[in-house]
């Protein structure tokens, strides 16, 4: 069974700093990109950034740009994002999603597999 399963989230204050993992599980993940997508009440599902498999090529939505950070660790097959200088505007549901792709993209239909989502709360 195909399993992406996010950890790491929580309530911070803004100028904060969290550091979200996401444990894939139940195929090979090779050449799969990884990226983290998010999602406010009341609004669409947004890019946040993605990662090739070896990690050579990342892409980050221009909001996160300098602050937030992807990677990956092949060999745990776990995916982060470390997020500093957090805003109130972060606030929202991550997700953690892999797709069959040799390259990153934004295109969230692209990425096959989803986990649950993590709450991430930043206070002004």
């Known amino acids: 069974q195909v399993q992406l399963v996010e950890s790491g989230g929580g309530l911070v204050q803004a100028g904060g700093s969290l550091r979200l993992s996401c444990a894939a599980s139940g195929r090979t993940w090779r050449n799969y990109a990884m990226a983290w997508f998010r999602q406010a009440p009341g609004k669409e599902r947004e890019f946040v950034a993605a990662?090739?498999?070896?990690?050579?090529?990342?892409s980050y939505a221009d909001s996160v740009k300098g602050r937030f950070t992807i990677s990956r660790d092949n060999a745990k097959n776990t995916v982060y994002l470390q997020m500093n200088s957090l805003k109130p505007e972060d606030t929202a549901v991550y997700y953690c999603a892999g797709g069959p792709v040799i390259t990153v993209t934004l295109n969230l239909n692209v990425y096959e597999y989803w986990g649950q989502g993590t709450q991430v709360t930043v206070s002004s």
């Open positions: 990662t090739t498999w070896a990690g050579s090529i990342t």
